[in-house]
């Protein structure tokens, strides 16, 4: 009998890493081991016992990812922008991740055992912008999809992964429909049109696995530096959050502010913020890229009957 493949997965206990452990646990092709900072944690504990592999690692130590990595067939990487944007603000927190991604990266192409990498990034928005756009935690990825790019053997490896709109986005601040008394309405609001598309994966832990699987069934067409989009479905933002609403039972409306009014309400994440101005301007490019093919859900025989629905999602959502 053939040895299973051992895929390592960064960031195991998070959202996207819980979604990518989903489909891996108990699939006998693999060996699953888990990236964590806490093997002690009680999430930690929980899928040890379920028969992962869990390793400490630290993603600002490239020697600690290495050993980590040791033996790895597949590897899939993230970068958390938003941990230390919580304690330093955009500009340290850019360059923290654009760091640890690239230490992510020359840790696996120092695994010589490698065959797929999938790292966890987004589009070029300030390249497809012409410049007018640069958010931080899309710039700081593109920084290290440009490493990956420079390391020609690397790059035969990877597949870029991008991942779309979170259903749980409604839990941050600027994005989560308050309660108006005197309207009797959940009121979101917003600097951009309702009719600005939103490419949505939904909820990531039960939908992000299905692409995962299909990517690791299709390594003829997901490496060599392809791009996968995970995207369940397209909609808008006055659309998403009449659905939130029907799925709460709740009314709601989108009420639109000019830029200057709403980025006052949440000053420190202005630049984070201006990802919604992007997608209204630039709208069908949003998710695009000058010089190459993204791949769908349609292209690579995703199995979407695994999918949990947006309303669902919604209905189990606590704001």
């Given amino acids: 009998m053939a040895s299973k493949k051992i895929v390592t997965v960064v960031g195991a ?11 891996l646990i108990g699939n006998p092709e693999y060996h699953v081991r888990a990236l964590t900072r806490n093997p002690d944690s009680g999430t930690a504990r929980d899928l040890s016992a379920k028969g992962v592999e869990v390793v400490a690692a630290d993603l600002d130590d490239v020697e600690s990812l290495k050993a980590a990595f040791s033996g790895s067939h597949i590897i899939y990487a993230i970068t958390n922008f938003f941990e230390p944007f919580a304690k330093f603000g955009s ?26 990498y999938i790292w966890s990034t987004l589009p070029d928005i300030t390249a497809i912008s012409g410049g007018k756009h640069a958010v931080p935690h899309f710039v700081a990825k593109n920084k290290v999809d440009a490493f990956i790019r420079s390391d020609t053997e690397l790059l035969k490896k990877t597949t870029l992964f991008w991942i779309t709109w979170y259903h749980s986005n409604y839990t941050a601040p600027p994005f989560t429909p308050y309660f108006i008394p005197t309207a009797h309405k959940y009121v979101q609001f917003a600097d951009y049109s309702p009719a600005t598309p939103i490419a949505t994966i939904g909820d990531v832990r039960s939908n992000v696995g299905p692409f995962v699987e299909a990517i690791l069934a299709n390594p003829a067409r997901t490496r060599n530096g392809a791009i996968v989009k995970a995207e369940i479905e397209h909609t808008t933002a006055g659309e998403l959050l009449q659905r939130w609403g029907k799925a709460t039972r709740n009314d709601v409306a989108f009420v639109r502010t000019d830029a200057e009014t709403f980025n ?19 709208r069908d490019k949003s998710w695009t890229v000058a010089d190459g093919t993204v ?3 349609e292209d690579l025989g995703v199995d979407t009957s695994k999918f949990v629905p947006l309303e669902k999602s919604f209905k189990t959502l606590k704001l």
């Fill in 295 to 297: 791949l769908t859900k």
């Fill in 13 to 23: 206990t998070g959202n996207q890493g819980a979604g990518v452990l989903s489909v």
């Fill in 91 to 116: 500009e340290k927190a850019a360059e923290i991740e654009t760091q640890q991604g690239v230490n992510l990266a020359r840790a696996a192409s120092a695994t010589p055992t490698l065959q797929h």
């Fill in 264 to 282: 006052s309400l949440w000053p420190f994440l202005t630049e984070e913020l201006s990802e919604t101005l992007f997608w209204d301007e630039f």
